[in-house]
């Protein structure tokens, strides 16, 4: 007898796990879906995987990611879709999630701006949703956006031999210092605070480099450019001091405006922007998991590594959900890589016999 969204309701489309958000968290989610050999599928509204580290920042060097002493965001990308797509895989591109429900026999329904898909389980790692960096309010910087003014490291080419001045106290800022200080011809870094949020051995880095540091209390006060950023005039908030520098790329990293969008109307429990979730990574939908940056619980950390932690605990538990038979803990990678890449290719034959193809990647 088929039950409906157990692990005996193999109809063809219906997935095991459907992943809502294609960034490093449910890349890495991804791979230990296909290590409990569960049908599964990534969703991102993004023409390409990679979440905040391709969309953001692919040429920034990340540090702290766990055996990785320095890894460039798209050079760990690369080696998270590895991971991710040796087992088999489905991603829709370019498609976003506008709506969940959970039918009266279990089965979710994700909505998107293409379909619908049907799930057993859903594990969300949307990440913050829409990244809106803060603006300073000060003429000129709206009209010399993509002409000198950025909020983003995206190519360091673009930096090469310019005058650089970086805007902001936290990590991204002193990244952005130490990724460009190679490449540019000279770099000054301001931050209005007297203490810094970035990591004390990110500050120590910037200040023993020849990244110029004017702290505390420095702050922009005007910027002058026709076509192109030419001049900006920094000041100290407390004694009055100015100083205009000549500058040719200004990058403003003083934080992010974040937005849920459709997420906040599918009846998930939420709290500062983010959704809550146990220590199972539960949400309050049955079914329906969360992990990486979209999720909150009592000393949440916005971590690549934290949020691949959250997946697999997300992921495992969910392939409990399906199959209560199934083991929560997965047992080390060694012990079962083998046996499930033998599993998935028998697995893969018979269904190959029986099913139209889908599109895979
Ligand atoms: C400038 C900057 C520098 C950073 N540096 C570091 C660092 O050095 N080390 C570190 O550990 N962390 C760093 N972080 C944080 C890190 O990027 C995040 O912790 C990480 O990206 C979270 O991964 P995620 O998969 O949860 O979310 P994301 O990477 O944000 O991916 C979420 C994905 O979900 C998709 N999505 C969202 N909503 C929908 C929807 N409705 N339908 C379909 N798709 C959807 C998005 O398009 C996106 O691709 C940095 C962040 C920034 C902004």
Redo the contacts with the bound molecule.
Sequence with gaps: MTIPGTSSDTRADLYDITF????????YGMYYAGLRMTKFKT????EE?????????PE??????AGFPKVM?KDLTRMFKEQACQYPHEFRLG????GLERDKDGIIHLI?DKGEHLSKTVVI???????IPKKLEIPNVERLEGAGIYY?VRRINDFRDKNVLIVGGG??AF??SMMLEPVARNITHIHRNDFFAAHEDSVRKVMNSRVRMKFPFWEVKSIEGEDWVRRVTIFQSRTGEEETLDIDAIVF?IG?LTS????EDWGLELEHNAIKVDSRMRTNIEGVYA????VTYDGKL??????CGE?AIAVNNAKNYIDPKAKVSPGHSTDKHELAQKKWARKQAQEHAHQPSEKKE
Excluded: Q
């Excluded at 920034?60 to 990611?65: H, Q």
């Excluded at 849920?260 to 997420?263: A, R, S, T, V």
């Design positions: 809502v958000g294609a960034g490093p968290v449910a890349l969703i991102d509204m993004l995987i990679g979440g905040g580290l391709m969309a953001l920042y920034k060097y990340i540090f702290d990611v965001a498609e976003k999630v506008v998107t790692c949307a990440g913050l949703g829409a990244y983003f990590d991204s990244d952005y990293n992010f849920l969008g459709p997420i992990a990486g940056d979209i916005k971590l690549i590594s934290t949020g997946v």
